[in-house]
């Protein structure tokens, strides 16, 4: 179905016809005319389909309404936009009338450059604000004048507390990967900034995955919320192919240098679960003589921009990510995903491989599981609702004889853990006694 059918403005829908944009998606099908409605919502679907696009073209319409008088023009039709915002004065704060809560810098960033681009065509003001930047910087473009912000949630209690920005007036707020939220121990400051917004305002949630804490969650921050699903619950997206390859721990930098090289693959993202285990990998396959470089927490804003950058101009070959630093990238053209070592938060592998196939492109999903994490792939399964079918990659078979020491020592150290626990549960009785 066209964007025409959906209600939009039609500068946004000339907008939207210039990026290319001929159907709109299942997610923005369903949630624009809920939201041009006023009505709260929660909104799940697959990385990749559209989500940004689901709540920016909406709230921008809705900001436009209140910005946009219609007058007599010199006949040309045209029509003259009277626009409330104006520039703060000194020691003002800033009126935000619609405000994308975030959890990283780089889903920011993404959220923001969607809200710029796709009002080009209005007089609807975007700007973002996050940490590991200067905030002095962020506080001289809000005092240009802002309707939507886009922020991580530790940047905007700063610019609360500072009373840079008023949000007594907001309209809308985004909670976008609301389950990132709370998993990165967010919580107390979304707390914190509730107590800052009106009692009424419009509240959007929108995730690739929900879980129980997120409907915990929507319980006190939304009036009546409309669920909207698209696909099954953590489904994947549909065009990626997803491999397991069972292998030794020793084997895994060795494998995934051979299959960029041998295969001649261009732009490869590759996850780790830690900074170090990032760094060090990076390195070692720099060794091997590909162009790697890894991204995370600890490195700053600047160089973070200048690996993506590198990245998505394909000067460099794989890039290696945690998850806090991958959540957000917004890259086409990654046709394969590895996951180097699977996540201890198994909700994490959606949105993991969710960096490939986007916008119903196809992509390669790898995974290389040890002995030892096993247990970890479990954990995936019982999300996806299905079982990932293990193989071998030629040449690098695992040890099966070092699998069945490792998977004895495991047993053995489990054994002396629970008869632990055992000593220590019988000693509190005793002295209850």
Known sequence: MSFESLGLHESLLQTVESLGYEQATPVQLKSIPIILEGRDIMAGAQTGTGKTAAFILPILHKLMSHQVNLKESDGSGDEIVSNERMPSEEGESVIIKALVLTPTRELAQQVYQSAVEYGKNTSVRSVVAYGGASINVQVAELKKGADVLVATPGRLLELIYKRVVNLRQLQVIVFDEADRMLDMGFMVEVQRILKSLPRTKQTLLFSATFNDEIHTLSKSLMNAPIYIEVGQKNQ?????????????????????????????????????????????????????????????????????????????????????????????????????????????????????????????????????????????????EEVLGETLVQQWYPGFEPNLNEEEVSFKKHRSGASKKRAREKAIQSSKRTKRK
């Not at 396959?285 to 921009?305: C, E, N, T, W, Y």
């Not at 290389?368 to 479990?378: A, F, T």
Request: net charge positive; glycine share 8%; hydrophobic share 35%.
């Open 236 to 380: 994947t997206a549909p065009k990626v192919e997803q491999r397991v390859y069972a292998i030794d721990n020793s084997r895994k930098r060795e494998l995934v240098s051979y299959l960029i090289g041998s295969k001649n693959w261009k732009q490869v993202l590759i996850f780790t679960r830690t900074k170090q285990g990032a760094d060090d990998l990076a390195k070692e396959m720099f060794k091997d003589g590909l162009k790697v470089q890894s991204i995370h927490g600890d490195k700053s804003q600047g160089a973070r921009d200048r690996i993506l950058t590198e990245f998505k101009d394909g000067v460099l070959r794989a890039l290696i990510a945690t998850d806090v630093a991958a959540r957000g990238l917004d890259i086409p053209t990654i046709e394969q995903v590895i996951n180097f070592e699977l996540p201890y938060n198994s909700e994490d592998y959606i949105h993991r491989i969710g960096r490939t196939g986007r916008a119903g492109r196809s992509g390669v999903a790898i995974s290389l599981v040890s002995p030892k994490e096993q247990y970890l792939l479990k954990d995936v």
